[in-house]
Every structure is written in structure tokens, then in C-alpha cells.
């Protein structure tokens, strides 16, 4: 039975460029949340999502970033014109649909901007 | 909104003994979870132990245990008999109940590095 599955580890971009983290939940589970985990801080919310919808996307900056969890296929946090400042480590969760079960954690993808 | 507060920034043990880290907490439901996770080296995250507020009983795992005091807001995890491989850090958790078929971010604390010495 696989984990949260990330994609990829590691990812290096040039100010500017864009990119695309992908999360894989676990088998049977609907929900998927991104987090954030700036260098020496702890994990920071930034957006939940079920399929083909957001529910919450309180913690996600206003510009630049976007996510979806479409119909089929994984989900994906997107950044646009990335800056010095995106650099850290973008980890996923996933949890089933019902009850509130704790969230299993992806390896996370740690993202380095140039 | 819900704040979560580990005071101990980093904790070192001796290996086979035991070692407790603090984490409190503010919040205004009433239904709630808490959680310990641990970060090793490899930067996974791995659930350690989970409480229910409305169960009195404190939640145990083999060698990690809680003491939940409600009323207090606190919430410890102690490790009895501490292992080389403990030495992770390790975060405290919020998560508010909500309905049973919907999800529920996740608020944690700053982290508690913990070192255990051979």
C-alpha cells in the first residue's frame, strides 16, 4: 500500500521560472493538503483540497500560487515567476474522507531557487 | 484561530532515558485533536502518537506517552527509554474536529529538536 507519493525530491529554478510540485495521495484517500516548511521553522498551511475542489486556501499567498486536485491524476501546487523567497520544502498530506483521521505525510519536494 | 506554543527550542537525553517536551496551546473549540510528529534527519514526517480532547485517557504508543491536561491547554509527549533513532525533531499539532465526512488543516508548533546521546 503506497505512501503520499511526491514529485519530484528536489527542484532547482531560476528566478522567474515556474514550478509544478505534484502529490499523489494515498490509496482511498480524498482530502490533500500542501504545507510549507520555510529553513528552521515548522510546517506552515497553505491549502486543502478534495477532488475537483479547494475547500480551504486561507494559508496560500495571494499571487503566484495556485493548486488543483483534478477529476484524475495527482495534485499539483503551482508557482509562478518564482523568487529567492519560495525556497523550502513543499510537503503533502492526504487523509480518507471519513472521520478525521490524522494526515500521512509525503517525503516532500524541496524546491531551490537560483 | 489556533496557536501552538513549544517553548524548548532544542533537548538533548542520555540514550535509555526519559525525556519529555512541552507544547501548549490556545484555542476556543471545544472538539479538537492533537498530535506529535517527528522529523528525523531524512526530513519525513512521521505521525508519533494522536490524542482525542473529549478522551480523558491519556494516549500511549510502546515508548511515547502523552499527558493531555485539558483544562491547562498543555500537552507532553514523554519517551521513555530514548533511542539513538529518536534524535528528530519533533512538532506538536492542532487540528480542530469538524464533520465526519470533511478534513481539517493542521497548526503546529515551532519544534523541539531533540538530541539523544550515546
Known amino acids: 500500500n503506497a505512501g503520499v507519493m511526491q514529485n519530484p525530491r528536489h527542484l532547482v529554478r531560476r528566478r522567474g521560472q515556474e514550478a509544478r510540485l505534484r502529490c499523489s495521495p494515498m490509496?482511498?484517500?480524498?482530502?490533500v493538503y500542501w504545507y510549507r516548511q520555510l529553513p528552521e521553522e515548522g510546517l506552515k498551511f497553505m491549502v486543502y483540497?478534495?477532488?475537483?475542489?479547494?475547500?480551504?486556501e486561507s494559508g496560500m499567498p495571494k499571487e503566484r500560487f495556485s493548486a488543483e486536485f483534478p477529476k484524475e491524476g495527482p495534485s499539483i501546487l503551482r508557482i509562478q515567476q518564482v523568487v529567492r523567497g519560495d525556497s523550502a520544502a513543499y510537503f503533502c498530506?492526504?487523509?480518507?474522507?471519513?472521520?478525521?483521521?490524522?494526515?500521512?505525510f509525503g517525503d516532500g519536494t524541496r524546491l531551490s531557487i537560483l | 484561530a489556533q496557536t501552538v506554543t513549544q517553548s524548548q527550542p532544542e533537548m538533548s537525553v542520555q540514550e535509555a532515558e526519559t525525556v519529555t517536551l512541552s507544547c501548549t496551546y490556545d484555542t476556543s473549540e471545544n472538539n479538537y485533536y492533537l498530535f506529535w510528529y517527528k522529523q528525523p534527519p531524512s526530513r519525513q514526517m512521521i505521525l508519533v502518537i494522536r490524542?482525542?480532547?473529549?478522551?480523558?485517557q491519556n494516549a500511549t504508543e510502546n515508548r511515547f506517552s502523552v499527558n493531555f491536561q485539558k483544562a491547562a491547554k498543555s500537552f507532553s509527549l514523554k519517551i521513555s527509554d530514548s533511542q539513538l533513532g529518536d534524535t528528530a525533531m519533533y512538532f506538536c499539532a492542532f487540528m480542530k474536529h469538524v464533520a465526519e465526512t470533511s478534513g481539517s488543516r493542521l497548526t503546529f508548533g515551532e519544534g523541539t529538536q531533540l538530541t539523544v546521546n550515546p
Open positions: 483540497l478534495q477532488k475537483e475542489n479547494i475547500i480551504d
Open positions: 490509496k482511498g484517500h480524498s482530502h
Open positions: 490524542q482525542e480532547a473529549y478522551k480523558q
Open positions: 498530506a492526504s487523509s480518507p474522507r471519513n472521520k478525521a483521521q490524522p494526515q500521512h
